[in-house]
């Protein structure tokens, strides 16, 4: 039986960017603010309040960092576009029997595919630390959901960013500054209170980035499944 296209491409992408480089990006700097942020914050930071009731820092922290699997694996799609269209495997591909629907396709399933995978793994090594994670098969699902809508969404930002900028290195100044922007002016590390700097709090609120992590604390720190559905819905 032959696969879909879109499959035969995703397959393909996969095993492309399954090199030491991806998986760092992709691991080791999620885990990396797991251990550092988490290990030394809680020791300052004794508990964050919530409408549940105060948590620790680190099962604050959990949720923000698997979000983040979301943005890290979007930006992914931008670069690999870079890549075969650098290297001439772009037009390789198209001049086969694939269609660019068939080609955004596979780096979109991709990029699902690594922020599911990433995920699983940080939140693994979230169990190993002092984190309380509320695991269901309902907050799995939609936790799923949740990182599926997100990375989709960065991917095709990103996507639409490879496209426009014509120098590799445009693409990568802005793509890095964009990253680290929506990483840090989100609600991934610390909570946004009243005491917030109000430009912090505007940024914050027009992030995308943090709707996708109020979902997943909702769901895995609080297990206030329904409550997740209305930041889904803003993504």
Same mark, same amino acid.
């Given at each position: 039986m032959k696969l879909p296209a879109f499959i035969r491409l995703t397959i393909r992408n996969?095993?492309?960017?399954?090199?030491?480089?991806?998986?760092?990006?992709m691991l080791g700097l999620p885990a990396?603010?797991? #251990?550092?942020?988490?290990?030394? =914050?809680? @020791? %300052?930071i004794t508990s964050v309040p919530s409408s549940g009731g105060p948590v620790s820092y680190m099962t604050f922290l959990a949720p923000?960092? %698997?979000?983040?699997? #979301?943005?890290? #694996?979007g $930006? +992914?799609?931008?670069?690999?576009?870079?890549?075969?269209?650098?290297?001439?495997?772009?037009?390789? %591909? /198209?001049? @086969?029997?694939?269609?660019?629907?068939? =080609?955004?396709? @596979? +780096?979109?399933?991709?990029?699902v595919i690594f922020a599911i995978g990433g995920s699983t793994i940080m939140a693994l090594i979230a169990f190993d630390t002092s984190a309380h994670l509320f695991i269901t098969p309902l907050n799995i699902l939609l936790l799923v959901v949740t990182l599926a809508i997100g990375t989709i969404f960065? &991917? !095709?930002?990103f996507l639409i /960013?490879? %496209?426009?900028?014509? &120098?590799?290195? #445009? =693409? $990568?100044?802005?793509? +890095?500054?964009?990253?680290?922007?929506?990483?840090?002016? !989100?609600s991934s590390f610390y909570p946004i209170t009243s005491k917030t700097p109000f430009i912090l709090q505007v940024f914050v $609120? /027009?992030?995308?980035? !943090? =709707? +996708?992590?109020? !979902?997943?604390?909702d769901i895995l &720190?609080?297990?206030?499944?329904?409550?997740?559905l209305q930041p889904m819905l803003v993504i």
């Open positions: 996969v095993r492309v960017n399954m090199d030491p480089g991806t998986m760092m990006f990396l603010y797991l #251990a550092v942020l988490g290990v030394m =914050y809680e @020791g %300052i923000g960092v %698997i979000g983040m699997e #979301a943005l890290t #694996a $930006n +992914i799609g931008g670069g690999m576009l870079w890549a075969d269209r650098r290297w001439g495997m772009l037009e390789q %591909i /198209l001049v @086969g029997p694939f269609r660019r629907i068939d =080609y955004l396709m @596979g +780096i979109m399933l991709l990029a960065f &991917s !095709s930002l /960013l490879a %496209i426009r900028l014509k &120098s590799m290195n #445009a =693409y $990568n100044t802005v793509t +890095i500054v964009l990253f680290f922007f929506l990483d840090f002016a !989100s $609120n /027009l992030n995308p980035l !943090s =709707y +996708i992590v109020y !979902s997943a604390r &720190s609080y297990n206030l499944p329904n409550a997740a």
